[in-house]
């Protein structure tokens, strides 16, 4: 090998040959090893230069497509937290695919099984049959760009890319469940008619089954367990990831939506101390890792995942921001959602919202047409940071699923904790100059109960997971209106309906950037399963035949009326301040009409919010929400008795009783405006 300059971290082909270069502070000599397709290893090279901890070459002659993984000769000494083993094949962290199969085998671990790591028995079986092998690939043409779309226009949808079209009946059964799947004209054309405009993809980096669910024969269905954060799932394509990659997202954009990655960039699939070595624990584990003070054989778990990535390391820093270039640049995302982002802004001593990775991401200029946001929490010390991220990020807010939850089932003491979230949560993200669409709401996501299972069951039913019902949340703020599950009782089933749609109503219709769950306007149901992380069968999977057609056209046409307000267009929040044409810009108000005061707020179980826009299209839109068992009568002639509403939408039947007065129904919502332009 040959080549003293140094080339960018991974595989570069160039005229001739290919550069290699990998990172390792610790190693003593690294070796470059080929492989053909069938797994035999057909070459073997020292990387001669060492620059700065950067290990590089040039081979001559190699192309694309060559196999090949690093063996690192270096000192073993666990309890220090040096893990070098050459009898270990190690996966380039900056690949951009991977093949070959990946497969649990005591080769994988760089210590004798049986011993205890910190005993320093190094493992001399070899891994190189059951890691896979790292690929050179070629510059290719990059994705398409997508809309951009303003956050005030946003509204997410997440979903499993697998789960999605498992069961889709127009996808073609070799397509289910992989990257082409979502390229499907049927499915892109209901996406569109939905009204959303970004796709939120759970984790489709590499990554790999824990090895109890790989004992037990089942499979991590969400993709939280990730092991290279430049290559696209193998199992997610027929034979060539980055290119169907490419072609799910051109498809996507040329349906006009945007598509966001949840991205996991918090730890790592090679676990605790008692894990595999895969990649970058045998390359420099304390370069990529936090390792514990007081014992370098044990990890900082704030991740509550054995590990935990050390974002004061120089090197993570760049991996992350590589990727996130890489993501952007070449396979064209447009956003993505940081799972346990608070480990993105921690120190030794604990998170800091001016830690340098945050500022290097917000700042970095590939990325300053992206969508940040953050998942604001993590399992450790202080890792509850929700409203702590800089401007520019948006966050995930689960005060608003919990308040959403708990008003409308009727828990008592909820209606200010409730209003402060329709408001936008400017409690939350307004101090650091951040608008509400920073707030990102949601009544479900992934983790917990989908929309139907949050008013068909009071527990959750967990057993198929194998953890003995224990794993999952316990406070799901969920009801199941008189019987546990599935309901042929007619009342019960249109009271679940209903109080479905209420939720939507005020996550669609209020301040904030919604969030969808893929198949809540379905019906779609876990049968109570509220931690589905690796139920990859039909309990996790969307079924799109027992669906509520009829649930669906409410879900379109709420998503319309959201894309048609002038009053939720605004970027900045509504303190009350009064407008021109008379109207405060956001108003609370009792049911008949006057302003609610501090005791209202105590325990209202009817609320009216108004929102006035004063663009030349001048607009009021009301909310007349009522979570209590009982009919209530709502008075808005205070507003102007002589003033024309209309009726945009209603969860339940409502009637008016006089100008500008409604009986609205018991757990009901109603949507009224007044000026701007027709629906």
Same mark, same amino acid.
């Given at each position: 090998?040959?080549g003293?300059?140094?080339p960018?971290?991974?595989?570069m082909?160039?005229?001739?040959?290919v550069?290699?270069?990998v990172?390792?502070?610790?190693?003593e000599?690294?070796?470059l090893?080929?492989?053909d397709s069938s797994?035999r290893?057909t070459?073997?090279?020292e990387?001669?230069?060492?620059?700065?901890?950067?290990?590089?070459?040039?081979l001559?002659?190699c192309?694309?497509?060559q196999?090949y993984?690093?063996?690192?000769?270096?000192?073993?000494?666990?309890?220090?937290g040096l893990?070098?083993?050459p009898?270990?094949?190690l996966?380039d962290p900056?690949?951009?695919?991977?093949?070959g199969?990946f497969?649990w085998?005591?080769?994988?671990?760089?210590?004798?099984?049986?011993?205890?790591p910190?005993e320093?028995q190094?493992?001399q079986?070899?891994s190189?049959n059951?890691?896979?092998?790292s690929?050179?690939?070629?510059a290719g043409? #990059? /994705? *398409?760009r997508?809309p951009?779309?303003?956050? =005030?226009d946003t509204?997410?949808?997440?979903l %499993?890319?697998?789960?999605?079209?498992?069961?889709h009946p127009?996808?073609?059964?070799a397509?289910?469940?992989?990257?082409r799947g979502?390229?499907?004209a049927?499915v892109?054309q209901?996406l569109r008619a939905l009204g959303i405009?970004a796709?939120e993809?759970?984790?489709?980096?590499?990554f790999?089954?824990?090895?109890f669910l790989?004992e037990?024969?089942?499979r991590n269905?969400w993709?939280?367990?990730t092991l290279?954060?430049?290559t #696209? /799932? *193998?199992?997610y394509?027929?034979n060539?990831p =980055?290119g169907e990659f490419i072609?799910m997202? %051109?498809a996507?954009h040329?349906a006009g939506l945007?598509?966001?990655l949840?991205v996991?960039?918090n730890h790592t699939?090679e676990g605790?101390?008692?894990g595999?070595s895969?990649?970058f624990?045998g390359?420099d584990?304390?370069?990529?890792?936090?390792?514990?003070?007081?014992?370098a054989?044990?990890?900082?778990?704030?991740?509550g995942?054995g590990n935990t990535?050390?974002?004061?390391?120089?090197?993570?820093?760049?991996?992350?921001?590589?990727?996130l270039?890489?993501?952007?640049?070449?396979m064209?995302?447009?956003g993505?959602?940081f799972?346990?982002a608070t480990?993105l802004?921690r120190?030794a001593d604990?998170?800091n919202p001016?830690?340098p990775?945050?500022?290097?991401?917000?700042?970095?200029?590939a990325l300053?047409?992206c969508?940040?946001?953050?998942e604001p929490w993590?399992?450790g010390?202080?890792?509850?940071?929700?409203?702590q991220?800089?401007?520019?990020w948006?966050?995930?807010?689960?005060?608003y699923r919990?308040?959403?939850?708990?008003w409308?089932?009727?828990?008592a003491?909820?209606?200010?904790?409730?209003?402060?979230?329709?408001?936008?949560?400017?409690?939350?993200?307004?101090?650091?100059g951040?608008?509400?669409?920073?707030?990102i709401?949601?009544v479900?996501?992934?983790?917990g109960?989908?929309?139907?299972?949050?008013?068909s069951?009071k527990?959750?039913?967990?057993?198929?997971?194998?953890?003995?019902?224990r794993d999952?949340h316990?406070?799901?703020y969920?009801?199941n209106?008189?019987?546990e599950?599935?309901t042929?009782d007619p009342?019960?089933?249109e009271l679940?309906?209903?109080q479905r749609?209420?939720?939507?109503?005020?996550l669609l219709l209020?301040?904030?950037?919604?969030?969808?769950?893929?198949?809540?306007e379905l019906?779609?149901t876990?049968?109570?399963?509220n931690?589905a992380?690796a139920?990859?069968?039909e309990?996790?999977?969307?079924?799109w035949?027992?669906?509520?057609h009829?649930?669906l056209?409410?879900v379109?046409?709420?998503?319309?009326?959201?894309?048609s307000s002038?009053?939720l267009?605004?970027d900045?929040?509504?303190h009350?301040e009064?407008?021109a044409h008379g109207?405060a810009?956001?108003s609370?108000?009792?049911?008949?009409?006057?302003?609610?005061?501090?005791?209202?707020w105590?325990?209202?179980?009817?609320?009216?919010?108004?929102l006035s826009?004063?663009?030349?299209?001048?607009?009021?839109?009301?909310?007349?929400l009522?979570s209590?068992?009982?009919a209530?009568t709502?008075?808005l002639q205070?507003?102007?008795a002589?003033?024309?509403?209309?009726i945009?939408?209603a969860?339940?039947?409502v009637n008016?009783?006089?100008?500008?007065?409604?009986?609205?129904?018991?757990h009901?919502?109603?949507?009224?405006?007044?000026?701007?332009?027709?629906?």
């Amino acid at each position: 090998m040959s080549g003293a300059a140094v080339p960018p971290l991974g595989a570069m082909v160039a005229d001739g040959g290919v550069y290699f270069a990998v990172y390792s502070a610790v190693a003593e000599r690294i070796e470059l090893c080929l492989f053909d397709s069938s797994g035999r290893q057909t070459g073997q090279h020292e990387l001669p230069h060492n620059n700065n901890s950067v290990w590089h070459g040039f081979l001559p002659g190699c192309k694309a497509g060559q196999r090949y993984g690093y063996r690192v000769h270096g000192p073993y000494a666990p309890a220090d937290g040096l893990r070098c083993n050459p009898n270990k094949l190690l996966l380039d962290p900056y690949c951009r695919q991977i093949d070959g199969e990946f497969r649990w085998d005591d080769s994988l671990f760089d210590y004798v099984i049986g011993s205890n790591p910190a005993e320093g028995q190094a493992s001399q079986l070899d891994s190189s049959n059951h890691v896979g092998f790292s690929v050179v690939t070629a510059a290719g043409a #990059p /994705a *398409s760009r997508g809309p951009r779309t303003a956050w =005030r226009d946003t509204v997410l949808y997440e979903l %499993n890319l697998r789960g999605y079209t498992m069961r889709h009946p127009a996808v073609a059964e070799a397509d289910r469940g992989r990257m082409r799947g979502l390229c499907n004209a049927e499915v892109l054309q209901y996406l569109r008619a939905l009204g959303i405009s970004a796709i939120e993809l759970l984790p489709v980096q590499y990554f790999i089954d824990e090895q109890f669910l790989s004992e037990q024969g089942r499979r991590n269905y969400w993709g939280y367990n990730t092991l290279n954060f430049f290559t #696209p /799932a *193998s199992r997610y394509a027929s034979n060539n990831p =980055r290119g169907e990659f490419i072609e799910m997202v %051109n498809a996507i954009h040329d349906a006009g939506l945007e598509v966001i990655l949840d991205v996991v960039y918090n730890h790592t699939a090679e676990g605790d101390q008692f894990g595999p070595s895969l990649s970058f624990r045998g390359l420099d584990n304390a370069a990529y890792y936090r390792l514990a003070p007081d014992s370098a054989l044990h990890y900082i778990n704030d991740t509550g995942c054995g590990n935990t990535i050390d974002a004061d390391s120089g090197v993570v820093q760049d991996l992350i921001i590589d990727s996130l270039r890489y993501w952007t640049d070449e396979m064209g995302v447009d956003g993505f959602r940081f799972d346990l982002a608070t480990v993105l802004a921690r120190h030794a001593d604990g998170f800091n919202p001016e830690h340098p990775l945050l500022g290097r991401i917000s700042a970095d200029p590939a990325l300053q047409h992206c969508k940040l946001f953050a998942e604001p929490w993590d399992p450790g010390p202080g890792g509850y940071q929700l409203g702590q991220f800089p401007v520019g990020w948006a966050e995930w807010n689960d005060r608003y699923r919990d308040a959403a939850r708990q008003w409308w089932r009727g828990d008592a003491e909820q209606s200010g904790e409730f209003g402060r979230r329709l408001h936008g949560s400017s409690d939350i993200f307004e101090h650091s100059g951040r608008g509400p669409a920073s707030s990102i709401n949601f009544v479900s996501s992934h983790d917990g109960f989908t929309l139907l299972d949050t008013v068909s069951y009071k527990h959750r039913h967990n057993k198929a997971n194998g953890e003995n019902n224990r794993d999952g949340h316990r406070h799901n703020y969920s009801a199941n209106y008189g019987s546990e599950g599935p309901t042929d009782d007619p009342a019960r089933k249109e009271l679940r309906r209903k109080q479905r749609l209420n939720m939507l109503v005020t996550l669609l219709l209020a301040p904030g950037t919604p969030m969808l769950l893929a198949g809540d306007e379905l019906g779609n149901t876990q049968h109570g399963n509220n931690n589905a992380y690796a139920q990859d069968n039909e309990t996790g999977w969307l079924s799109w035949s027992d669906n509520e057609h009829s649930l669906l056209e409410d879900v379109r046409a709420l998503i319309a009326l959201r894309k048609s307000s002038v009053a939720l267009k605004r970027d900045t929040y509504r303190h009350g301040e009064p407008g021109a044409h008379g109207f405060a810009d956001i108003s609370w108000l009792t049911a008949d009409g006057q302003p609610l005061d501090a005791a209202d707020w105590h325990n209202c179980q009817t609320l009216v919010l108004l929102l006035s826009d004063e663009t030349p299209a001048f607009e009021l839109q009301a909310l007349l929400l009522n979570s209590s068992r009982d009919a209530v009568t709502v008075s808005l002639q205070s507003l102007g008795a002589d003033r024309l509403w209309r009726i945009c939408y209603a969860t339940a039947e409502v009637n008016a009783t006089a100008p500008a007065i409604w009986r609205v129904a018991a757990h009901s919502a109603v949507c009224l405006r007044s000026g701007g332009e027709s629906p």
